[in-house]
């Protein structure tokens, strides 16, 4: 069988029960636990329950710290800088919006600073607690050395994503992208499947272009997405992520691991009504899926609309897994003295 399927309420409970067995509190697990089964359903597997082994080996090593406290270092009305402690990213990261939120509610603009967190999962999903209460939300972080600067060969950036959400009349606008052609995460995802990438997304450890996902795990290189632009979005996401909160920018000593995080939420109406925008928003979406398409092109899509798409398949026909991601996770659950029986139950 070259994969298995689970509903999301299924796959929750197998999350949660890997996390408590790792001694993560129960309020912590199932937070952890829904993020990475939101992001399966979302569709970006790479962010989803295969990154559980990452995380429980993090916990183990001291990495992760599933008791750490937040802590809010100093913040003014519109600013605030958190110091996670190595708490799970997504915690600290959703602690770090709603903050945000809650000052742009206040105060119409706001931007927070997140130091010392662990990996925060698909920004996406906290781009959208801005949108979802009528506001912009904006978010990047720094990551771990994969990815080389445009022109060199070196290992020197994490693939340092952007996430963008808006309100409109419908679904939210969503956009939610690394800087790199493919998260590392799909890398991981097409290695478990056993499948080739495309060509352009890495580099083999002797520096030439490969399609095989395990040549980056051997040694290789991510290249950054559209050459030198994608390049200056890196730096951008470093400087933010890393340098201005104080996390440390990827390839210098002060980085150690984790994500370094800058996120920023608007209060639209501090300068149109929200109803403008909504509509403005909608109209424009209208304009630009009714044109003309290119070859080959079934429907042109606004960002955002795969993901809520996958959402509703998934939840229908359920989340699909190869069957080496869920050996990997019945594997881990076991080592933690919870069987595969348990863990399905």
């Not at 509903?7 to 408590?20: D, E, M, N, Y």
């Not at 994969?146 to 009349?169: C, E, I, W």
Request: with cysteine.
């Amino acid at each position: 069988m070259s994969e298995l399927r689970f509903t999301s309420a299924q796959l929750t409970r197998c999350a949660t029960r890997i996390l408590a067995a790792a001694r993560v509190p129960p309020d912590v697990a199932r937070q952890v636990a829904g993020s990475l089964v939101g992001a399966n359903l979302a569709g970006h597997d790479s962010h989803g329950v295969i990154r559980l082994l990452q995380y429980v080996r993090a916990v183990e090593k001291g990495e992760i710290d599933p008791h750490a406290e937040i802590e809010v270092v100093h913040e003014s009305a519109t600013t605030a800088l958190l110091d996670a402690h190595w708490a799970f990213g997504q915690v600290a990261a959703r602690r770090a919006m709603e903050l945000a939120i809650a000052k742009a509610e206040a105060h119409d603009l706001a931007a927070v600073g997140l130091r010392n967190s662990a990996h925060i999962g698909r920004l996406g999903e906290y781009a959208l607690l801005a949108a979802e209460r009528g506001l912009i939300g904006f978010l990047t972080c720094n990551a771990s050395q994969f990815v080389a600067p445009f022109g060199g060969l070196d290992r020197v950036f994490g693939t340092n994503p952007f996430a963008y959400a808006f309100p409109t009349g419908g679904q939210p606008l969503l956009v939610d992208f690394a800087t790199t052609p493919a998260a590392e995460g799909k890398l991981r995802v097409a290695l478990a499947k056993g499948q080739p990438i495309p060509e352009g997304w890495i580099l083999d450890r002797n520096r030439q272009p490969t399609t095989n996902p395990a040549d980056f795990y051997d040694g290789g290189v991510i290249l950054p997405l559209g050459g030198y632009k994608g390049y200056g979005l890196l730096l951008v996401a470093d400087l933010l992520g890393g340098a201005l909160t104080g996390h440390g920018c990827t390839a210098l000593p002060e980085h150690t691991t984790g994500n370094g995080v800058f996120l920023m939420a608007i209060r639209v109406e501090a300068f149109l009504p929200l109803a403008e925008l909504t509509d403005t928003a909608d109209r424009l979406f209208a304009l630009v899926k009714s044109g003309s398409r290119a070859p080959g092109c079934e429907e042109i899509l606004i960002p955002g609309e795969p993901e809520f798409r996958a959402q509703a398949q998934r939840e229908r026909e359920g989340i699909a897994l190869p069957a080496e991601t869920w050996r990997g996770l019945a594997a881990l659950a076991a080592e933690h003295g919870v069987s595969e029986e348990e863990l399905l139950a």
